[in-house]
């Protein structure tokens, strides 16, 4: 008898939802933690040593699977390499993004909200060698990181440049390299 009541008092207790605590390698943000200050670093958002290669190689097929199939996704030394050239169109002499532009950046916003354990490197070449072209080019770079920023990426992550090379063929170059953070930096 005493059994059956035991039955009975565990049946009708509701289950309680597990909460299963974000994934160890990536962080991954919560919708309790919304805004451009939610992804402010911390030192818990570095990775050691021993981490880098498994934690790219995920993020990297991530990437593959989310962003357009235009933009090229290769990994360097020192991290991913997103190569946007054949996507972005930057009419002459604008540094302005459209809408299509921004639509573009949306999947890798959000893989960079997921996997705070990088840095962002904005690199756009220059038209040209005149130092207007490389002012445009430094433009548009920093409009690219302003859209990033504009979805929760914390500013102190990102930086911009334009190499000291001129595009080939008059085409802006458009790269966002994704670096690990990694303990003791």
Request: hydrophobic content about 40%; aromatic content about 4%; glycine content about 8%.
């Amino acid at each position: 008898m005493g059994a059956a009541a035991l039955l009975v008092a565990c049946a009708a207790q509701k289950p309680q939802p597990s909460k299963s605590p974000p994934h160890p390698q990536h962080g991954v943000a919560t919708a309790k933690t919304p805004g451009p200050k939610a992804d402010k670093p911390r030192s818990s958002d570095a990775l050691m040593p021993g981490e880098v290669g498994y934690y790219l190689d995920v993020l990297q097929g991530r990437l593959q699977q989310s962003v357009d199939r235009a933009v090229i996704v290769s990994r360097a030394s020192s991290g991913i390499v997103l190569d946007f050239s054949r996507r972005f169109g930057f009419a002459p002499g604008d540094a302005q993004l459209d809408d299509a532009d921004r639509a573009l950046l949306a999947p890798l916003s959000k893989a960079l909200a997921e996997y705070r354990k990088t840095r962002v490197w904005v690199r756009i070449s220059a038209d040209d060698d005149a130092d207007e072209a490389r002012a445009l080019a430094r433009q548009r770079a920093s409009a690219i990181a302003h859209v990033l920023e504009e979805s929760g990426i914390a500013a102190e992550r990102i930086s911009t440049g334009a190499p000291g090379m001129a595009a080939r063929n008059g085409d802006a170059h458009v790269e966002v390299e994704l670096q690990p953070v990694t303990r003791g930096e």
